[in-house]
């Protein structure tokens, strides 16, 4: 069985529905506009294996205020506010321009843990979990539950002081924290975003299976898990400013002449004591 909270426009549940159709896949998406997108590809294709759900997963059950962002693929909507000042203070959060809301919508909202005893759901095989500032909080929503989640995918910010949203109590120090006391392994970390401001991390209960496992549940080869999973280029591929390469490439090129004049000194030097040497 595979959750997939934070569903979107369902490039990881129908991916792997289609792909994996004797596997359970429960879906979580509140925002109306793509729960219906989600239904309509559901009936269309008849995946009898996915369960879509319009609810908001957090640390409570009762309702709240869903902030929409039509932008993009609507992927930053969240029942959080942004963080004006950490946007504004970020070159790369300042960049986006995804980062507005346009309007809410009142959603119901669960714990994993309510679902959980609800549906009577004995063990989840993976989670993915994508919520816009709230994954890891979600995770722990699970409570007496957690075991039986084996592994799973999740993003945080790289530090709380750079976080995307308001009251995002999370980041790569808390994430780790909370696998290591809770049992899991560390399978991946890798950088979200250029600017390494957030981080995808990978998680498993069973390390020595995991490749295995991925395989099984057919996750290798969909966008959204191999594309959060990549190999990440070095630095020297990242896309600087033009005026930002050449003013490093500048003072790169002064310190190496610096360096070739210093040798060429030292060689001069040894020169001079090998000449007077050889005359005792």
């Known amino acids: 069985m595979i ?3 934070g569903a979107n426009n369902g490039l990881f549940c129908l991916e792997v529905a289609r792909k994996k159709p004797d596997i359970i896949l429960h879906a979580f998406e509140p925002n109306s506009e793509l729960y219906r997108h989600l239904c309509t590809i559901k009936n269309k294709e008849n995946l009898s294996n996915l369960h879509i759900h319009k609810l ?3 640390d409570y059950t009762g309702s709240g205020k869903l ?3 039509d932008s993009a693929d609507k992927g930053c909507s969240s029942l959080l506010d942004f963080n004006e000042i950490n946007i504004k203070n970020d070159k790369y959060w300042r960049s986006r321009t995804d980062l507005k809301y346009s309007h809410t919508e ?3 909202i669960i714990t994993l843990s309510s679902f959980i005893k609800e549906e009577r759901i004995d063990v989840i095989d993976f989670i993915k979990i994508d ?3 709230l994954d890891l909080s979600i995770l722990a929503s699970s409570g007496i539950y957690l075991d039986i989640i084996k592994a799973g995918m999740l993003e945080v910010p790289s530090v709380a002081s750079n976080s995307l949203y308001e009251s995002e109590s999370q980041d790569i120090h808390k994430a780790l924290n909370f696998f290591s006391s809770n049992g899991y392994t560390i399978k991946a970390i890798k950088p979200n975003d250029m600017a390494c401001n957030e981080f995808n991390i ?3 209960k069973n390390p020595e299976t995991w490749f295995d496992m991925i395989n099984e549940l057919g996750l290798v080869g969909i966008d959204i898990f191999d594309g959060k999973n990549y190999w990440h280029h070095h630095s020297r591929y990242m896309n600087y ?4 390469v050449e003013s490093r490439l500048n003072k790169r090129i002064i310190n190496l002449n610096e360096e070739v004049e210093r040798l060429n000194n030292r060689i001069l030097e040894l020169d001079k004591e090998i000449l007077r040497l050889s005359r005792i």
């Open 56 to 58: 908001a997963i957090s």
């Open 106 to 108: 009142e959603v119901s």
């Open 67 to 69: 902030n929409i962002s």
């Open 241 to 244: 400013d033009e005026s930002e």
């Open 131 to 133: 919520a816009q500032g």
């Open 202 to 204: 990978f998680f498993t």
């Open 3 to 5: 959750f997939d909270v």
